[in-house]
């Protein structure tokens, strides 16, 4: 029998782990830099990405579809890793997506520092628990600090220019940058136009990224307004209605259909006569509460028998079939309607209203899609994404999701930072001055947790083709002597640093949201000193 | 030490090693599809590998069909054929020059990173670039809308630039008309499903025709009248075999076999009043895009009306609009019901085949083209031929400025960028450069492909440009530098959308500099 075994004072043996030769173990210090190495890698991967000079990455899905992504999130959960640690890592940048939106990049790139200074020390022999104490305090000082070096930004709703400037600096690293301002104010504007200012809360759910293929990018919209990809269903019915009252209905123009199972038995004529007759009837009775009350459109989440959907044309009705649920409730909000889930149920007050109705049709394939503008309610918006490819659409609606979430956060906390990695250099420059003065161990650590954060503006130089290290101390020391906490690493070219001149702002709570999340993940793989996998039988 | 991180079978390229492969992916398609550029471009030969017989063989000039029927692993030829895609769905033609173009600028950038360029400065000047030809292909283009005589000539001469590199090229004059004709037939729509092509094999292929009227690939039903003048016609949708109950659950149960002769009989005369209401329209053809059976048919024939069944989606679509009736599916108020009319209904032989011609109708705003041809592929290339001819056609008719083509524009554009370059300071000019040399790789591949001597023709253009003579362009045929103003005319959106998706393609493979590959899916047969 194969184990891992120890004997005991008797010399008696004591099996730890059953059936080596289908698991492995390790352990120890072995086990720490072995996941110290897998972090590592995993980070390379997307450290050339950060910054508005990164490059992007091809991932290729199983099945050999291609994703072009300069988004970390996106790269790494498309990535498929097998292995643990770059799993956490994958949940690292998912968690800073879901509660941030931004940032991801730099998340991954943090931690794989941190750990990779971390092994360092366990080379010096200092115990991985003193380390990670270490790097909790640091954190601490490090985000204390944000706190101080951060400004509050003035907005309102007719004075967004600095919102609109953080939204650049989140787009800056994508392709969209190349139509960078408008890019910028479709993702303001979009925030702004569902944005609850009262309770400082964005819904999401309010604004829906919608892409088609063709165009360029620059052909990019926002509506205020819905699309819908769906065409009228009859094709003979108007394609375009002004001043439209539409009828919102989520039950089928079919018969009815009683959920409960029943049973109807048909065994004279009369009754089968009298059934086509009821049959006749409910579609006249449908048809007939449509136009009575009112409307002059129909929105329906299913589907139109064919007799019913000739009726309608003939009633002048026009109709969109299939609505899907998340679209027909923001039909329903943007052009204050309400969802009628029966015909009997409908009345005028319950309709809908909007300016214009209208389907797009696109290019040679009979593409159409139905926008519905100029609605009662302004509090649902489109972005309409165009593009040469399917990949660049597909990048653009993720850049534009994450720019959008930086509006959003701003306008729960409005206080920022500097990019350009002026407040990883300022925050690293107070965790060493604070290190000087701890007495124990954990100094070492909280050194290395500087010159962690210091790998964040060698990496942004680096990928923007400066020297790093000379980069780096320069504005370090110019950082120290001038006191000024907005210099950073000059990406662009510009020759200025300032990074209050250059507008290039991040949310606070992104920040430090980065810090702590990945300090939490390298304190969590540093603890782990024991590696046990089954393995599959079948290999 | 080391840790296996992706799952088993995964590979990573990085830097240098995925930037080469996306390049020489990229080239490598542009390669592909080159020569099939211009009026002397050459086709290809498709055949599936499923397929070893006849029936899987495809001969092509269409880049997007080449593209489309090649499958690729490389990632960045991926996008190429996706562009090639986007825009055959965008502007229906095109679809070789998008994917040159775009290795043409990859080929360029590759020497520029050769040089240590950083691929972010590349990208910049390149937007440089396209953003001055961009302005460049704006300012040249004109549009003649406004002069009736001189915009039929525009669009003759666009469609006749798009089958000449096609099958059709011998006949290009004759099909450039009959590809004008129906397109303008559709005033102003870009629905292309209202052209029927109708492909017959035999004849020969000047033998296709624009037809007046409509042609219906359906039979008439037996013993019902062959030609019906001042026809009336009912298009509808509704079943025509059994009318089932429709509400859920209904069941039939009955105890005695006279029960089931009753409800039969009913049936029957359920299905002789639907008649009845039909006819009573005052009606004399009547389609249904579903079947017929034959008792209902039979009581159409008694009633002398004709009746077709089973026109599917497409045809009853294009019926309706031909004869501006309505789809009807209801028919119990015939006030409310718009019926469609037209001259003639008959019966005409076309090869071999039966079908259903409706002359001289109402509305008119579809069409059909009956192509004939020696063999299939024959007439499927000729499809796509027209297909291309006539999707550029209706774009034309909606963004109707033109451009001239011959590699006038190219050159032109890329006249343009070469300006502009001189104004730009630092690296970034270079790349403009590089970017205005693509751009003349494209008259250049046109020459080569017609076996003239490119390097002279290019030069001279070039020069004739430079001279001020901005409306220069190649005559292939000639083999000479001329005045392509009414000879070679291309749609201003065909030629932007090239530019465009090139560019952008070419910048969105640039940026990349790491290729992850997942372990292919495991398939089970």
Redesign the interface.
Known sequence: MSAIYTTDEYGRPFIIVREQDKKSRKSGIEAT??HI??AK??AN?VR?SLGP?G??????????D?T?S?DGAT?MS??????QI?KLLVELSKSQDDEIGDGTTGIVVLAGALLEQAEELLDRGIHPIRISDGFERACKIAVAHLDKVSDVIPWSKDDTSDLFKCAKTSLGSK?VN?CHDQFAQIAVDAILAVADLERKDVDFELIKVEGK?????ADTALVHGVIIDKDFS???MPKEIKDAKIAILTCPF?????KTK????????KE??E??K???ET??TMVRQVKECGANIVACQWGF???A???L???KLPAIRWVGGPEIELLAIATNGRIVPRFEDLSKEKLGSAGTIREM???????NMIVVEHCANSKAVTVFVR??????VD?AKRSLHDAMCVVRNLIVDNRVVYGGAAAEISCSIAVEKEADQVSSIEQYAMRSFARALDVIPMTLAENS?LPPIETLSYVKSQQIKQGVWSLGVDCMDTGINDMKEQFVFDPLISKRQQFLLATQLVKMILKIDDVIVHRNDEQ | MSTQLFNEGATEERAENARLSNIIGAIAVGDLVKSTLGPKGMDKILQSASSRGGDGLIVTNDGATILKSIPLDNAAAKVLVNISKVQDDEVGDGTTSVCVLAAEILRQAEQLLDQRMHPQTIIDGFRLATASARSALESSAVSHKDDEAQWREDLLSIARTTLSSKVLAADKHKFAEVCVDAVLRLKGSTNLDRIQIIKKAGGKVSDSYLSDGFILNKKIGVNQPRLIKGARILVANTPMDTDKVKVFGAKIKVSDTAQLADLERAEREKMRAKVQKIAAMGINVFVNRQLIYNWPEQLFADAGIMAIEHADFDGVERLALVTGGEIASSFDSPELLKLGACDTVEEIIIGEDRMVKFGGAAAGQACTVVLRGGTGQMLDEAERSIHDAIAVLSQTIAEPRIVYGGGCSEMLMSKAVDDAAKLVPGKKSIAMEAFAKALRQMPTILADNAGLDSADLVARLRAAHYDGKSTSGLDLFEGDVVDVVGKVTESFKLKRQVLLSASEAAEMILRVDDIIRCAPRQRRN
Do not use: C, W
Not at chain 1, 55 to 64: E, R, V, Y
Not at chain 1, 78 to 83: G, R, S
Not at chain 1, 213 to 217: A, Q, Y
Not at chain 1, 387 to 392: A, L, R, S
């Open positions: 830099k072995s190495m897998a890698t995993v991967i050339t000079r490059l992007d990455k091809i991932l290729i899905s199983p099945d050999g291609i072009i300069n790269i498309q990535m498929a890793i097998e292995n770059g392709i190349k293929v063709g165009g360029e990018l009859h094709p003979q079919e018969p009815p259909k009683p029943h049973k109807l038995e048909i065994t004279t004529v089968f006569e059934l086509q009821y049959e006749r579609f006249e028998d064919d007799e959907n000739s009726l044309l003939q009633h049709s696109f290019g040679t394939t009979n593409d593009g040469g490819n399917k990949m660049i990048e083709g």
